[in-house]
């Protein structure tokens, strides 16, 4: 493998944990619910939405939108109200970074672009990085695509916009399925497992299923293969 | 005037001292000729260039490309030749800030989403930043609006990534014209100067020419403005 021009990240589950961050806003917002459970229904709007744009049956809205949409979806469904559901909205833009994740992409960034690759909107993953301290280079990903994941357009959109072909680029995810995709593109590829996204309980991508370029401990150990 | 909650900046001239840069690397490349004269050339292709964009005789082409057409112009109205025009092209991406110009972003990044609205492309944004140490929060201007400053869809298009009203955003520009436009589409305004952008013997921007909401001597002292 030569190494990466630039490497880009899944950021909700690979970056920060979103699945404390918002059952903790949540539990503010709506005392009466299980803010767990309630942080899961909400994630769980979260693909199907995007897959009616995917398909092309809707032209491209913003994750923050649909994630508005998806509350009002989710808060029917709890049987449950909200004094100020815009303003929860915003829990997605107060997601907090893994232990590991600014020193790692500090490291990274010394050497390497470092940007998003998420489906996130460029004004989400904006002021995410101002709220975590994530010391992105730029903002790429789904907005500058007008698609989402893990449809190639928004790899191969983001590589463009670097001025980089995809076999400079290194995609770096908790998501096997994320991986397969931009391999699928042309990118390289680097896992690190994020085994208690969805709780201590998770089932799912606790391991590499694919042969990777790399596979890391965690982003202070990918900073330290790549050096 | 309400506390802006972005502020965005033109990147040429008001953050990075392009001229002498692209003098040093001129000169490096091409003894032969005048330095100076070859970088004022080169940029004097600039805005012919982009008009033909905004005007609709072209489709959008990133700022390096038309960097690389207007080489080759200059190059032979020169008579010069150049062993790699293609590395030289990226003597753009190598631009100095001004010595304020880390300093005062980093303050105003402290209570501000602080991003370039510039007419150069995000790779070119990216890798400028990282050359200089700006600590850009995102990238923004011309490429996601697929058009070039001072048209007004650059500027709105900018405010429209963030998710905020123009009134919510303060352009801020060592070029009056930019601010013009910048105000005619509803943003709030602030001029700093940089007296020797063309040089000692500077004529143009010296001073405010409209009635901007601020006026700084130079971005710390604008980041003691909006504290």
Redesign the interface.
């Known amino acids: 493998m030569s190494a990466p021009a630039a490497l880009i990240f899944d950021v909700f589950g690979t970056c920060v944990d979103w699945r404390a961050s918002v059952a903790r806003d949540v539990a503010n917002a709506i005392p009466s619910v299980d803010a767990f459970a309630f942080a899961d229904a909400w994630r769980g709007e979260y693909d199907p939405a995007m897959e009616r744009i995917r398909s092309g049956g809707r032209g491209y809205v913003?994750l923050?939108d649909l994630h508005r949409e998806n509350l009002d979806i989710v808060l029917d469904r709890f049987g449950a109200s909200c004094a100020d559901p815009d303003a929860l909205n915003h829990a997605w833009e107060r997601l907090d970074p893994w232990p590991d994740t600014v020193a790692g992409l500090t490291a990274l960034k010394a050497g390497h672009?470092i940007?998003p690759c998420s489906n996130g909107?460029?004004?989400l993953?904006?002021?995410l990085?101002?709220w975590g301290g994530l010391p992105?280079?730029?903002?790429?990903g789904a907005?500058?695509a007008r698609d989402y994941k893990p449809k190639a357009e928004v790899y191969l959109t983001s590589c463009a916009?670097?001025?980089?072909t995809p076999g400079e680029v290194m995609m770096v995810a908790a998501h096997n399925g994320d991986l397969h995709a931009a391999r699928a593109a042309g990118l390289l590829t680097a896992f690190v497992p994020r085994p208690t996204e969805h709780g201590t309980s998770q089932t799912t991508d606790l391991a590499a299923d694919g042969d990777w370029n790399l596979v890391a401990r965690d982003f202070n150990h990918l900073a330290e293969l790549l050096s």
Chains 1, 2 share one sequence.
């Open positions: 913003p923050d672009i940007a909107s460029i004004a993953m904006t002021r990085a101002k992105w280079d730029c903002i790429l907005e500058i916009a670097l001025r980089l």
